[in-house]
């Protein structure tokens, strides 16, 4: 563990490039359509740095250990994209293999409900664990501020949160949320992708809020679920690539778990592998956003870009 902390903090400089990363084209899903459109903002400003990773914490694996403890080092937000800590998201669980890695990051943590914690009744232990921080108890859904951006939190368990469709609460709450806070910069993220090329693939139970979000202009969403990581084109409403409007979406489900293969990718499948566990590092600027896809050490995988808000 020293020898990985010490390569670490001698290979962060100021986008967390890892030196020994390169891009690997054998392991991973070949990009299919142009990059995002990279920019800069008229007015530098110093960004906010947002952490995002999901299927995390274990105790039957070393790499959720490394995870956090390069987490700890890094300053800036972390969110937890759902299945925190497994595998029911039990009391017992989140003491031993939860807390001993994250509970002294809890102040930065900002973590969206999983399945996993649903096989505790009503995810209970996760509502107690992180209280008012996870949103209210039967529900999971919230929203904050990080900077100049406006970042929202789902609950993609549809059917114990009453749905996830147009006259769902949480449907009507997102609407509510995103008219009150008219941001030039909007994140959001929730477990379950509605885009996905891994084992479990594309959830169409969101759809109705990806396409709320996306004709609201949101710039990001990010989900974990499958454990690989993939980037996905500019998608409009219906999943169409749209690379002027179009809203990003990355699967970071990289957490330490486990890795589980990628299939054939989807058409709107920028890149992807599921060969190295990492986390997902954003920049977020006033008008812009830049991210990078962070491996552990050894891993021959990078990606990285940056783009406009809407």
Known sequence: MV???SRLRCSIIALVFLAACTTSHAATITPHATEAITTTSAT??????LWAVGDAATCRSKQDDEIAAFLAQQPGIIALLGDV???RGTPEEFARCFDPLYGPLKDRLRPAV???EYGSRDAGPYFEYFGARAGLPGQGWYSYDLGEWHIIVLNSNCK???GCDEKSPQYQWLKADLTTHPARCTLAYWHHPRWSSGEHGSFES???IWSLLVRSGVDIVLSGHDHDYERFQPLDADG??????GTMQFVVG????SLRPLGNPLPTSAIGTDTTFGVLRLELYPDHYSWEFVTIPGANFTDSGSAACH
């Open 160 to 162: 114990p949160v009453g």
């Open 206 to 208: 969101m759809q109705p």
């Open 240 to 245: 169409h690539p749209d690379p002027r409007h």
């Open 3 to 5: 020898r990985l902390m």
């Open 44 to 49: 530098p400003a110093r960004p906010v740095i």
């Open 254 to 257: 990289t957490g330490g778990r």
């Open 114 to 116: 999983g399945n996993h």
């Open 85 to 87: 800590v497994y595998e």
